[in-house]
């Protein structure tokens, strides 16, 4: 896709042929973790929706999937962990394997609320994918991370600002006002 760069666009920091490379890695990585026990997927809205797309076409299981919407509140460019749940999942989670596949961890926070819920739900386990990580974030128990980011907001390949920028294929800095 070519498109013109809108001034508020940034530095590429994980062009297409990058990312697409780490999430076939990944794919593989899950394809031989959860070989006996294909997951359930669930997808958080709306961030990682191109994420999961590729991610899902990785791997060479017979995986489920689900979809759950939340909404944090907090200004455009930083969350405040207040989470609401937009839309929840249809299935349930009884003792089923669970892939949360997120877009970005930042705080943590976010995470930190949606494991919270998900193990209240009763899986037999729960594991997470996030394509991206803070550089200096700790987060605890994160299974599978695509790559570490720095502390700048960005944008592309599903995440946004104001709804806008999810459909590049590259994830580049943001450089806006906000
Ligand atoms: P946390 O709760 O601070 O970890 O924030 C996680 C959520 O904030 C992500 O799921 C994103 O929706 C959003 N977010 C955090 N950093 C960025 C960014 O750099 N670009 C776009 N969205 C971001
Ligand atoms: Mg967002």
């Given at each position: 896709m070519v498109r013109t760069p809108a001034p508020e666009l940034g530095e590429v920091l994980i062009p297409a042929d990058v990312l697409q490379r780490r999430i076939a890695e990944l794919g593989a990585q899950i394809t031989a973790d959860y070989r006996d026990d294909p997951p359930l997927l669930i997808c958080v809205l709306k961030g990682a929706f191109l994420f999961l797309a590729d991610l899902s076409r990785a791997i060479d299981l017979e995986v489920e999937f689900d979809f759950m919407a939340v909404s944090s509140y907090g200004s455009a460019t930083k969350t405040s962990g207040v989470v609401r749940i937009v839309k929840d999942l249809d299935l349930d989670l009884t003792d089923r394997h669970v892939l949360l596949v997120e877009d970005i961890v930042d705080s943590g926070l976010t995470l930190s609320f949606l494991r919270r819920n998900l193990e209240a739900r009763n899986p037999a386990s729960l594991e997470v994918c996030a394509l991206l990580v803070r550089e200096e974030s700790e987060v605890?128990?994160?299974?599978?991370?695509g790559f570490r980011v720095p502390n700048v907001f960005v944008v592309g390949y599903g995440l946004d600002i104001a709804e806008k920028h999810r459909n590049l294929p590259y994830i580049c800095v943001w450089e806006g006002a906000g």
């Open positions: 605890p128990d994160l299974r599978y991370t």
